[in-house]
T-cell receptor, first 118, second 114 residues
């Protein structure tokens, strides 16, 4: 697609329910990132996928959070047994990375999925 | 520890005025520094990229500077417009061999009043 697509754009759920957030990265981008942004705060890194390598899960706040990336493209972020403190905007970004490049290429962000846990 | 600090946290200016946003970093090994603009309710969008050898780069009314010795960058906005109201985020990436997870600053919230 032309850009990074995220769905749903808005999700309201009850405490204790599970939610799934989807990210369609830019075609051909091998790197995919998930971030969380609470109201008025900066971006908090959650997880990073690069090609077929094992993901870097160092930013996941608890074992209720998990993510997968199927076929090196679409990614799903799952939050189990949601809590009110999970309410935030979840942003996905993709990037191309030539192994010969030094550093990270430009991150292209989706519009985010706004999660509200009641 | 790799860190990116931005100042001020927030800024209010009148339309037509200039302003400068600051970014200090301790990221190493340094590869590049990007300034992103995040409009309310939208995802961040890259404005400029600065590599180690670059001192100044302009993108329209936006001019970024980099001093790799002091590990400081600034973003100067000239003749501000209402549409410049947004959060401006400084993001530093590590060189190859380091983590490919860039380090984000907390952002500067800019409000431009008519």
């Amino acid at each position: 697609g032309a850009g990074v697509s995220q769905s749903p754009s808005n999700k309201v759920t009850e405490k204790g329910k599970d939610v799934e957030l989807r990210c369609d990265p830019i075609s051909g981008h091998t790197a995919l990132y998930w971030y969380r942004q609470s109201l008025g705060q900066g971006l908090e890194f959650l997880i990073y996928f690069q090609g077929n390598s094992a993901p870097d899960k160092s930013g996941l706040p608890s074992d209720r959070f998990s993510a997968e990336r199927t076929g090196g493209s679409v990614s799903t972020l799952t939050i189990q047994r949601t809590q009110q403190e999970d309410s935030a905007v979840y942003l996905c970004a993709s990037s191309s990375r030539n192994p010969e490049d030094r550093g990270t290429g430009e991150l292209f962000f989706g519009e985010g999925s706004r999660l509200t846990v009641l | 520890k790799n860190q990116v600090e931005q100042s001020p946290q927030s800024l209010i200016i009148l339309e037509g005025k200039n302003c400068t946003l600051q970014c200090n970093y301790t990221v190493s090994p340094f590869s590049n520094l990007r300034w992103y603009k995040q409009d309310t309710g939208r995802g961040p969008v890259s404005l400029t990229i600065m590599t180690f050898s670059e001192n100044t780069k302009s993108n329209g009314r936006y001019t970024a500077t980099l001093d790799a010795d002091t590990k400081q960058s600034s973003l100067h906005i000239t003749a501000s417009q209402l549409s410049d109201s947004a959060s401006y985020i400084c993001v530093v990436s590590l060189a190859s061999g380091g983590s490919y997870i860039p380090t984000f600053g907390r952002g500067t919230s800019l409000i431009v009043h008519p």
